[in-house]
C-alpha cells in the first residue's frame, strides 16, 4: 500500500534583486528589536509662562519696529537666536546709551524702579516684560524693608533678576552661599528675606539656616518667593529620579534653573548630562542605560524639548548609535 507523502507548503520566492543575496525560506526574520531603554518625560518642563509671555511680547513688538531688549531675554541660544532673526537687538543693562532702537524691552527677570527710570531719563521707551511672579517678589521684598527689616535676597549675586531685587534698596545683601552671612549687619538688626524665583527650595533652606546660625540676635522674616513653575520642575524632577539611572536636561549653559536641575540629579546619585540641542545628545552616553528621563529649564523652548525626546526615541530604537 502507498504511504501517502506528508504535505508541505512550498514557498516561491521572488528572484533577489541584482547584488542582493536572496533570502532563505527557512531562516525567520529576525523580531523587532527591543527599545534599548525607556524615555521617560517629566510631568512639569520646560518654559514656565513667564518666559513664554516675554517671548510672544518681544515678537510682537519686534513686528511693530526696531526693539532692543535688555540683557539677554532668557538665557538660552535658540530663543535669543530666533529673536535675531527677527531683528531684535540686545543691549547690556549697563551700555543701554548703545541700544539703537528707542524701544527697548526688560526681560521676564525685571529691573529695578532706578534703572526703569535711569532708562526713560535717557529717552527710551520702555515695554516691561517683567514676569507677574519676579513683580510680587519685588513687592515681598519692599514690604519687608518698609516694615524695617533690612534687605537680603538669597540668589546669585550678579544675576540679573537679584540685581533688580536688591537695586532699589541700598545695603541689601544678596546670600549665595553660607560665608556670606558674614556680610549680614550686626547681629540684632531685623532680617527680611526673601529668594530668587529660580533657587532650588533645598537650597533656599539651608542659606536661611546659614543666616539664623550667623545672626541668633536678629528677629528674621522670610518670604518664600521661589516661583511655582521652578518648584513643579524640581518636584517632578525628584519624582524622575525615582524612576531614571540616566538624565538629560535640556536648557542654556548660562540658565540658572537648567543648571540646578542638572546638579540636583547629579547629587542624587544619577548621572545627568545639559544640553541646548538635540544634536548633542549622545549614544554612547547612554549605553546600559535601563530609563532615561527628560526635564528642561524654564527658558527651554517645547520645539527644543521635542526634538530631544525624539532623538532619545531614535537611539532607544537603535536608529542612531553611538558616534
Ligand atoms: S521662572 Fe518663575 S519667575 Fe521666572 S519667568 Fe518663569 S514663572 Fe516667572
Given at each position: 500500500?502507498?504511504?501517502?507523502?506528508?504535505?508541505?507548503?512550498?514557498r516561491?520566492?521572488?528572484?533577489?534583486?541584482?547584488?542582493l543575496?536572496?533570502?532563505?525560506?527557512?531562516s525567520?526574520?529576525?523580531?523587532?528589536?527591543?527599545?534599548?531603554?525607556?524615555?521617560?518625560?517629566?510631568?512639569?518642563?520646560?518654559?514656565c509662562?513667564g518666559v513664554?509671555?516675554?517671548?510672544?511680547a518681544?515678537?510682537?513688538?519686534?513686528?511693530?519696529?526696531?526693539l532692543?531688549?535688555?540683557?539677554?531675554?532668557?538665557?538660552?541660544?535658540l530663543?535669543?537666536?530666533?529673536?535675531?532673526?527677527?531683528?531684535?537687538g540686545?543691549?547690556?543693562?549697563?551700555?543701554?546709551?548703545?541700544?539703537?532702537?528707542?524701544?527697548?524691552?526688560?526681560t521676564?527677570?525685571?529691573?529695578?524702579?532706578?534703572?526703569?527710570?535711569?532708562?526713560r531719563?535717557?529717552?527710551?521707551?520702555?515695554?516691561?516684560?517683567?514676569?507677574?511672579?519676579?513683580?510680587?517678589?519685588h513687592?515681598?521684598?519692599?514690604?519687608?524693608?518698609?516694615?524695617?527689616?533690612?534687605?537680603?535676597?538669597?540668589?546669585?549675586?550678579?544675576?540679573v533678576?537679584?540685581?533688580?531685587?536688591?537695586?532699589?534698596?541700598?545695603?541689601a545683601?544678596?546670600?549665595e552661599?553660607?560665608?556670606d552671612?558674614?556680610?549680614?549687619?550686626?547681629?540684632?538688626?531685623?532680617?527680611?528675606v526673601v529668594?530668587?524665583?529660580?533657587?532650588?527650595?533645598?537650597?533656599?533652606?539651608?542659606?536661611?539656616e546659614?543666616?539664623?546660625?550667623?545672626?541668633?540676635?536678629s528677629?528674621?522674616r522670610?518670604?518664600?518667593?521661589?516661583?511655582?513653575?521652578?518648584?513643579d520642575?524640581?518636584?517632578?524632577?525628584?519624582?524622575?529620579?525615582?524612576?531614571?539611572?540616566?538624565?538629560?536636561?535640556?536648557?542654556?549653559?548660562?540658565?540658572?534653573?537648567?543648571?540646578?536641575?542638572?546638579a540636583?540629579?547629579?547629587?542624587?546619585?544619577?548621572?545627568?548630562?545639559?544640553?541646548?540641542?538635540?544634536?548633542?545628545?549622545?549614544?554612547a552616553?547612554?549605553?546600559?542605560?535601563?530609563?532615561v528621563?527628560?526635564?528642561?529649564?524654564?527658558?527651554?523652548l517645547?520645539?527644543?524639548?521635542?526634538?530631544?525626546?525624539?532623538?532619545?526615541?531614535a537611539?532607544?530604537?537603535?536608529?542612531?548609535?553611538a558616534?
Open positions: 500500500m502507498n504511504t501517502p507523502l506528508p504535505r508541505r507548503t512550498i516561491i520566492l521572488p528572484p533577489p534583486a541584482a547584488g543575496p536572496r533570502p532563505s525560506a527557512l525567520p526574520q529576525p523580531p523587532p528589536l527591543a527599545p534599548r531603554f525607556r524615555v521617560v518625560v517629566a510631568s512639569h518642563l520646560g518654559m509662562f513664554r509671555d516675554a517671548l510672544a518681544a515678537e510682537r513688538l519686534a513686528a511693530l519696529g526696531p532692543t531688549v535688555l540683557g539677554e531675554l532668557v538665557h538660552n541660544p530663543v535669543r537666536e530666533r529673536l535675531a532673526a527677527r531683528g531684535v540686545e543691549a547690556s543693562l549697563d551700555t543701554l546709551p548703545g541700544a539703537t532702537a528707542s524701544t527697548v524691552m526688560v521676564a527677570h525685571g529691573a529695578s524702579r532706578r534703572d526703569l527710570a535711569a532708562w531719563d535717557a529717552g527710551r521707551q520702555i515695554e516691561d516684560g517683567t514676569c507677574p511672579l519676579v513683580r510680587l517678589a513687592g515681598k521684598l519692599a514690604r519687608l524693608v518698609g516694615e524695617g527689616f533690612h534687605p537680603v535676597v538669597v540668589g546669585r549675586r550678579g544675576h533678576e537679584v540685581r533688580g531685587l536688591t537695586g532699589d534698596h541700598p545695603g545683601v544678596v546670600v552661599e553660607e560665608a552671612a558674614t556680610l549680614l549687619p550686626p547681629d540684632g538688626t531685623p532680617l527680611g529668594s530668587q524665583t529660580t533657587q532650588p527650595a533645598e537650597r533656599v533652606a539651608r542659606l536661611l546659614a543666616i539664623r546660625l550667623a545672626r541668633p540676635g528677629p528674621l522670610f518670604v518664600d518667593t521661589v516661583c511655582q513653575p521652578t518648584k520642575r524640581q518636584r517632578a524632577l525628584r519624582a524622575l529620579l525615582q524612576e531614571c539611572d540616566a538624565v538629560v536636561v535640556i536648557g542654556g549653559r548660562g540658565s540658572h534653573n537648567t543648571r540646578q536641575l542638572a540636583a540629579a547629579e547629587a542624587a546619585g544619577v548621572r545627568a548630562w545639559h544640553v541646548e540641542r538635540p544634536e548633542e545628545v549622545d549614544a552616553w547612554l549605553v546600559g542605560a535601563r530609563a528621563g527628560v526635564t528642561a529649564g524654564t527658558s527651554t517645547p520645539e527644543t524639548v521635542d526634538a530631544v525626546v525624539a532623538r532619545l526615541h537611539i532607544a530604537a537603535g536608529k542612531e548609535d558616534r
